[in-house]
């Protein structure tokens, strides 16, 4: 079979201009005219800037070969209200007098006057802007669980709808990590570098067909010459205590763009839970309970965030752009006790062991990435990027087992010690090109990925006070991954009508190698990912949309690896080396009212989803975590979100689900079996402006998420109350804030297995209650004049 599948051929460079022309002059409150404001002409259906320019010493503005269409004018200066107003273009259009507000306060960052909507339906995505909220002063994992939609669990769990197959980026850049990993990234991810956080249920066909939805954070980008910085330091007092430090920088000139971030972070991370095992005879009837105490304390001395990224305009038609991330975790360790309690059915104590286990866990992502813009005209352009991701962790753990009778001294010990090694490098190579024809925008691209995984574990039993390697359970899992695609979609406005389709072709191919055992494992599949989207405008405060999508959720590479990895004597956990990918239908119908409350009702049909499940060996009283393909899950539910400005000073953000999920799964014993569950979600969040300066606020938010399956897993309920109050100092040069989270400790849940003779539950609570006192200082000039008017080079002029 052939490796290269090419479905889609970029369409011919073309580009029709047309000599419409738009202009006006912008004054002030006193008429008198602005100079050097920033304008802007933004695509209607996307927002996208079209055309900029700014105006000259009396205010006049003029932009030029504009094409006939819907658009948004956008107008913006330090110190003013940003002014938007849209329009329909068909002939030359002049704004007689624009009137800019001047802002009652400039704020510490970029001068915010216009008020945008907390919550922002598009037709493609939901986005949430948290720029200069309370928010903003504490990190994106906070930000992210505070997203209308979004659940985020104690151990790094993100699921929107119900389903965890969910793919996080940064930008658009891919996140190559996910539990506990990612919610460590994000912790130490700054909140006053993210601008918001995108919600796409139905991701467009420029995007991996990779999961279900996609949570993209967008961190800010400086558009503006000069320099600017921040400075921040945040301490956090849960059960333990954390702390963070981290900065901001950026520096424009005419050419060249730099900027980065960076955070170090360190702390106890204390998590405690129990884990409770019913094992049952032929009759069903209860034998013994085995109850573990897991209260884990694990230490992170240097957890390194960082970001930098350098853009250089060669000239107004091609632009390099080269850019570095990465998160570095070596010194993190625990060391705990685990007792073990062994009853009878009576509930009296029969035996007991104790778990001793040292574990050290280094990581470490480094991901580089280079991509070059060449602009054909104002309206047709191709990237072409390149990323390289190498990902590597280690997980050595040394667990020793003390075996004794009630009252009595130990009988039994045992040890053994793992080294469990994971090496990643994932490259890929796409090019995207863009164009508008005859009002119709086009999106095509072609792009490439490789992944390259090296698993080895190493296990090792004291034997006499010597380790000695068990090669029975040792092992070497290699694994190797092509994916080839092409990506088609058109959008065009007519009237009262937004369009937008697309059609995205992925070819995979893979193999995984069990070296130990020689067990090789090969598959090949191709599959088409269709996008549909509308978006009707029924009057100027009513909006209706329809949207259909198909998406994949791919096996995690450490899922496919069928050896087994040992928690203790009597647990394991194994993989699946023939799991089959998830295919997911999304069809969503959505309704916005006044730009302010937006309904969404929703269907989602998921195929052969893969998950953990747990299995209990009565034979030789073991559990089995072991991830398994289930027979389907579906869903559907309706979401809605409003935004409300109750008063001047208080402005309130409410959203909630009610949601069906129903998962079909074969146990044990090859019989069929069904979790179904009735949800509902809350989130309300107050923002209040505590005096006339605006220096002082407050936010208040609550959460609710009732109980919800998973699988063979049923979760129960929980509840969160947050509140945070931030205030300028140093002449708004300076900020300080205080934010108390989860302050009745309802973050603590119980997950339930209970289908034909398998009962277990374990308790699970992930030190949530805290305190965290943050400062940020800006450095540099905090009011920068945007510059983004490019002069047009002779070859630019030809077009």
């Known amino acids: 079979m052939k490796k290269v599948i090419f479905l889609w051929c970029l369409i011919p460079f073309i580009s029709v201009a047309q000599n419409i022309k738009v202009s006006g002059i912008v004054k002030d409150s006193d008429k008198q005219p602005i100079p050097f404001a920033d304008v802007k002409i933004l695509n209607s259906l996307d927002s996208l800037v079209y055309r900029n320019t700014a105006t000259d010493k009396i205010g006049l503005f003029k932009l030029e070969n504009i094409a006939k269409g819907k658009y948004i004018l956008k107008i913006s200066l330090s110190g003013y209200a940003d002014y938007y107003t849209d329009f329909t273009l068909n002939k030359d259009k002049e704004f007689a007098e624009i009137a800019m507000m001047k802002n009652a306060e400039a704020l510490d960052d970029v001068v915010i006057t216009h008020k945008k909507p907390v919550i922002k339906r598009k037709i493609d995505r939901m ?116 702390g963070v430090m981290s900065t901001s920088q950026y520096y424009k000139t005419k050419k060249l763009a730099l900027s980065g971030n960076y955070s170090l972070g360190a702390g106890i991370y204390y998590r405690e839970g129990a884990d409770v095992v019913y094992y049952k005879d032929n009759q069903d009837q209860v034998t013994s309970i085995w109850e573990s105490i897991l209260n884990r304390k694990n230490k992170s001395l240097s957890q390194n965030t960082y970001r930098i990224t350098a853009e250089y305009e060669i000239d107004s038609l091609n632009t390099l752009t080269l850019g570095t991330n990465g998160f570095i975790s070596l010194k993190s360790h625990g060391e705990y006790n685990v007792p073990t309690y062994i009853y009878d059915a009576n509930r009296q104590i029969d035996s007991l062991y104790t778990t001793q286990n040292k574990r050290k866990n280094p990581t470490r992502t480094n991901a580089y990435n280079a991509s070059f813009e060449h602009k054909f005209s104002e309206k047709q352009s191709i990237v072409i990027s390149s990323d390289y991701t190498r990902y590597f962790k280690n997980e050595n753990q040394d667990i020793y087992s003390v075996f004794s009778l009630p009252q009595s001294a130990p009988y039994r010990d045992t040890r053994f010690v793992s080294d469990n090694t994971q090496k990643i490098g994932l490259f890929s190579i796409q090019a995207d090109y863009n164009n508008e024809i005859a009002e119709t925008k086009i999106e095509a691209g072609i792009k490439f990925g490789n992944v390259n995984a090296n698993s080895n574990l190493d296990y090792r039993d004291d034997i006499a006070g010597e380790l000695q390697l068990n090669p029975n359970r040792s092992s070497q899992f290699l694994y190797d991954e092509n994916i080839y695609a092409g990506y088609l979609s058109l959008g065009k406005e007519i009237g009262k009508w937004s369009l937008k389709a697309g059609l995205r072709s992925e070819y995979t191919e893979l193999e995984g190698n069990l070296l130990t055992g020689n067990e090789v494992n090969t598959q090949h599949y191709f599959k088409l990912f269709p996008t549909l989207y509308a978006l009707y405008k029924l009057t100027e405060n009513h909006e209706i949309g329809i949207s259909y999508g198909k998406r994949i959720n791919r096996p995690q590479y450490s899922s496919l690896n069928p050896f087994r990895s040992y928690y203790n004597s009597y647990s394991y956990y194994t993989g699946d080396p023939k799991l089959q990918p998830e295919i997911v239908h999304n069809v969503s119908l959505q309704y916005t009212l006044k730009s302010k409350y937006n309904f969404d009702l929703y269907y989602r049909n998921s195929i052969n989803p893969s998950m953990e499940i747990s299995y209990q060996d009565y034979e030789t009283n073991t559990v089995i975590y072991r991830h398994t393909n289930i027979e389907r899950k579906i869903g559907y539910g309706l979401d809605f979100s409003a935004n409300q400005e109750i008063f001047p000073w208080w402005q309130f953000i409410f959203s909630n689900g009610i949601s069906y999920s129903k998962d079909t799964f074969q146990g044990g014993d090859g019989t069929l079996y069904h979790n179904n569950i009735w949800s509902y979600n809350n989130n309300i969040n107050n923002r209040f402006t505590l005096n006339k300066k605006k220096e002082l606020s407050m936010e208040l938010n609550w959460s609710y998420d009732s109980p919800s399956v998973q699988g063979t897993f049923t979760v129960t309920g929980s509840s969160s109350l947050s509140m945070g109050i931030y205030k300028k100092v140093f002449n708004n040069n300076g900020q300080v804030s205080i934010l108390f989270s989860d302050i009745y400790k309802g973050q603590k849940v119980r997950v339930t297995t ?42 630019q002029q030809r077009l």
């Open 127 to 242: 986005e949430f802007n948290v720029e200069n909220s309370v928010l903003s002063n504490t990190n994106a994992w906070e930000i992210l669980k505070s997203t209308p939609g979004v659940t985020a669990s104690n151990n790094g769990t993100i699921a929107v709808r119900g389903s965890t197959g969910i793919l996080v980026t940064i930008n658009d850049k891919k996140v190559y990590l996910s539990g506990e990993e990612l919610k460590q990234l994000l912790e130490n991810t700054n909140g006053d570098t993210v601008k918001s956080v995108e919600v796409i249920t139905n991701p467009p066909a420029k995007y991996d067909a990779q999961g279900s939805t996609v949570l993209n954070i967008k961190i800010k980008q400086n558009n503006q010459n000069g320099y600017k910085g921040t400075l921040s330091t945040a301490y956090v007092q849960t059960a333990y205590p954390k």
């Open 754 to 795: 209970n289908y034909a003779n398998q009962y277990n539950y374990f308790d699970d609570y992930g030190d949530t209650q805290s305190v965290r006192i943050s400062f940020k200082y800006n450095l540099g000039n905090q009011k920068l004049k945007n510059s983004n008017n490019k002069e047009k080079t002779e070859e």
